[in-house]
């Protein structure tokens, strides 16, 4: 009988490389969301990139660098950089600065902190029901568990993508300093000229945007996506912008609303089956949620989440100028998003964050502009991180589940004791 040896998972190695990956990945996304309103959670960039990091240095490395560690520097990455909706830089805080209020970073960056634990722990009620028991697929968490794999079971495969990805960062790089920098020989973009029912296309924005950004966020929408995001940009720019500027109206709110609304009607079955999870959350108790392997102590949990309800009503109320009551509300409001985005992520890997965000600035915008962007807020970032880590879990069962069946004589990055199988939380 072949002797196994258990590897470690949660290493300083693993975690400092997934904060120094997560916080390039954090920045890039910030400027993303500006740009296109689309961010990615970048685990397998994270992967990719930490598989080349220590495989320069597997030589003179005491102890090989694998699976599992380097799921947990992907969790790690992918946490940091979903950082920036957690917090509300993207989206509410901007929208203040435009409006004239300036939020500290001092009290934003232990709020974001403190949305981010309850974020992790609705994920981790969660998924016993959603990752084992329904075995949704969640499917940017099988890709990334899928990629782990192929990585340390192929190596040649995964320096092929690891040269790839660094072809792309070098091309979009050139382009973007030929276009912004000196000489600027890329133009910004190409205007399409003429006239849409009356209204000068330049005006509403028609044209072709030469950016890699774009190219780069249709690759990773996928073809599907793309498609739909074309036809619906073509039905607003073409169809809807050109008449409602000629009737006057004033079509933000509108737009808003519809945006916001209309994909969760077109999705009712999935916002039924997650209210009735609520029903299953309740009924379960102590002894089985969380059962052993399933996280943290509900002891240790519950002061977690006291301190993390707690920092964010005092926040709120002594930073931000908002009632503790109006911001329980929100708080409460976000907690039930965050569940019916849990299994939205699960069936079609969309996280709901921004609409769900819009959706409780509309709740609570009678309170005033601070209070209805924070509220807004507050479902964005527990809605994205709750889906985040609900991607790592299933990335996490899938990496450990290849960890179950690989032979001892295999890839030594990836021998493990049959233990090994181990789910990963994504810290915040």
């Not at 969301?33 to 961010?39: L, R, T």
């Not at 808003?256 to 039924?272: E, I, K, N």
């Not at 001892?408 to 990963?424: L, Q, T």
């Given at each position: ?18 904060a120094?990956?997560?916080a ?67 989206g ?12 500290s ?17 609705v ?78 296309a ?19 929408v996928?073809?599907r ?49 997650a ?11 102590a002894?089985?949620l ?84 924070m ?54």
């Amino acid at each position: 009988m072949n002797e196994v040896t258990r590897r470690p998972e949660v290493t300083v190695r693993a975690l400092v490389s997934g904060a120094v990956i997560g916080a390039v990945l954090a920045a890039c996304n910030v400027y993303a969301a500006m740009k296109v309103g689309i961010i990615d959670g970048g685990s397998i960039t994270a992967a990719l990139l930490a598989f080349g990091i220590f495989g320069v240095f597997r030589h003179s490395a005491r102890r090989p660098y694998g699976a599992l560690e380097n799921n947990i520097t992907q969790t790690a990455a992918a946490s940091a950089a979903v950082m920036c909706l957690v917090t509300g830089a993207v989206g509410p805080i901007p929208a203040l600065a435009m409006l004239g209020t300036h939020l500290s970073a001092v009290a934003l960056i232990p709020f974001g902190i403190a949305v981010g634990v309850l974020g992790v722990f609705v994920a981790t009620l969660l998924r016993r029901r959603l990752v084992v028991e329904e075995g949704l697929p969640f499917p940017t968490g099988i890709a990334t568990g899928e990629v782990i794999e192929t990585i340390f079971s192929a190596r040649h495969i995964a320096v092929r993508r690891l040269l790839l990805l660094a072809a792309a960062a070098a091309v979009a790089g050139v382009v973007t300093w030929f276009r912004d920098g000196r000489p600027a020989i890329v133009p910004q973009g190409f205007m399409i000229g003429g006239t849409l029912a009356g209204v000068a296309a330049a005006t509403l924005g028609f044209g072709v945007s030469c950016s890699p950004l774009m190219l780069a966020t249709g690759a990773m929408v996928g073809v599907r996506g793309t498609v739909g995001m074309l036809i619906g940009a073509a039905i607003g720019r073409l169809v809807c912008a050109p008449r409602l500027l000629r009737a006057g109206i004033v079509a933000a709110v509108g737009l808003l609303l519809s945006g916001s609304v209309l994909p969760l009607l077109l999705d009712r079955g999935a916002m039924a089956r997650a209210l009735r999870q609520l029903a299953f959350i309740g009924r379960s108790s102590a002894a089985t949620l969380p059962a052993p392997g399933d996280g943290l102590a509900p002891r240790t949990w519950g002061v977690l989440v006291v301190a993390g309800v707690v920092s964010i009503l005092v926040i709120g109320w002594l930073a931000f100028g908002i009632s503790p009551l109006v911001m329980l509300l929100g708080l409460v409001l976000a907690l039930l998003l965050a569940n019916v985005a849990a299994r939205a992520t699960g069936e079609t890997d969309f996280s709901p964050g921004g609409p769900f965000g819009t959706i409780s600035v509309m709740a609570t915008s009678s309170r005033g502009i601070v209070t209805g962007l924070m509220a807004g807020s507050l479902s964005m970032g527990m809605t994205s991180q709750t889906s985040q880590t609900l991607w790592a879990f299933r990335a996490g069962q899938h990496v450990g589940e290849v960890c179950d069946v690989m032979p001892i004589d295999s890839d030594p990055a990836m021998r493990s004791a049959p233990s090994c199988w181990a789910w990963s939380w994504a810290p915040s």
